[in-house]
């Protein structure tokens, strides 16, 4: 029920936050034509392309609400820690690593994808949102398996609400980058909530360095690798086979200098194959 709520709430409050959108953007001076084609690439083009590696991490989340269920129902604290660290921190290497990527390749990645510098110029100023919202997810999925729905609720429900108002307030004075600041404002605020509640309830411990600063050098580094050896091959072709290529070698270099600083351990990856092995 609480789960069903919350659902049904903000989605009445994200209806409206939509609808007031249009609007605002023509209040700024924008025609009624340009501000549903402006709202349409922000909305319809730029963040299914940020959200779109989130296919690979939904049912890694998903499978985390029965997993720590039970062991909250079996007082196995140490259990619930234990999962709850692999958890943020594969999550977390993965979002930085897409992010990194996105930027890099947020020229290319409107151009092929949709033939528009300025969807290519969104996904620039969006893509750093993207370990946010997929930590965001993920944190969602860890409470409530500890039974704190009723606390997401509340913290979606005043989400929405306030994503509402800053529409309301902010597209009519910046135009499109008022909602843009409306999508950092709210997923900054849920995660932060999410986050600390998590914290409370667990007791786990954040490692930054580990967690955080290597992964995001890692990232950088691979991207600007990727980026040099472009300009020594004369740059890169804007055509999906090319771009797959250059992403696909930023994405292993990442990979590879996770494993050499030792960000991503022989225990996690071993971890990590036992995953995803299948049984013959």
């Known amino acids: 029920l609480p789960v069903a709520l919350s659902a049904y709430i ?25 501000s549903l084609a402006t709202y349409g690439t922000l909305q319809g083009m730029v963040l299914p392309v940020i959200l779109f590696p989130t296919a690979f991490l939904s049912s890694f989340n998903l499978l985390l609400v029965p997993e720590l269920a039970e062991a909250s129902a079996r007082g196995e604290k140490r259990h619930i820690t234990y999962i709850i660290s692999r958890a943020m921190k594969f999550t977390i290497l993965f979002s930085l690593g897409v992010s990194a990527i996105m930027i890099c390749f947020s020229s290319e990645l409107g151009i092929v994808i949709y033939n528009s510098r300025e969807a290519a110029s969104y996904i620039k100023i969006v893509a750093p949102l993207a370990p946010i919202m997929f930590l965001d997810s993920a944190v969602d999925s860890m409470l409530k398996g500890l039974d704190e729905q009723l606390y ?88 999906a086979a090319s771009l797959t290529l250059h992403i696909v070698l930023a994405a292993l270099m990442y990979l590879l200098l996770l494993l050499v600083t030792n960000t991503l351990s022989r225990d996690e990856c071993a971890w990590l194959k036992k995953l995803v092995k299948f049984k013959k």
Not at 10 to 28: A, D, N, S, W
Not at 177 to 201: K, W
């Open 10 to 34: 903000r989605t009445g409050l994200v209806t409206l936050e939509h609808l007031l959108i249009p609007r605002g953007l023509k209040k700024f001076g924008a025609s009624g034509k340009d």
């Open 152 to 239: 997401n609720m509340r913290i979606n429900i005043i989400d929405a609400a306030s994503s509402a108002l800053l529409v309301y307030i902010l597209c009519p004075r910046i135009g499109i980058m008022g909602y843009i600041v409306t999508i950092f404002v709210s997923e900054i605020f849920n995660l932060a909530c999410s986050f600390v509640r998590l914290i409370n309830t667990t007791g786990f411990e954040v490692k930054v360095g580990e967690w955080f600063v290597k992964p995001l050098v890692c990232a950088i580094a691979a991207c600007v690798f990727t980026r040099a050896v472009l300009q020594v091959s004369n740059g890169i072709s804007f055509t």
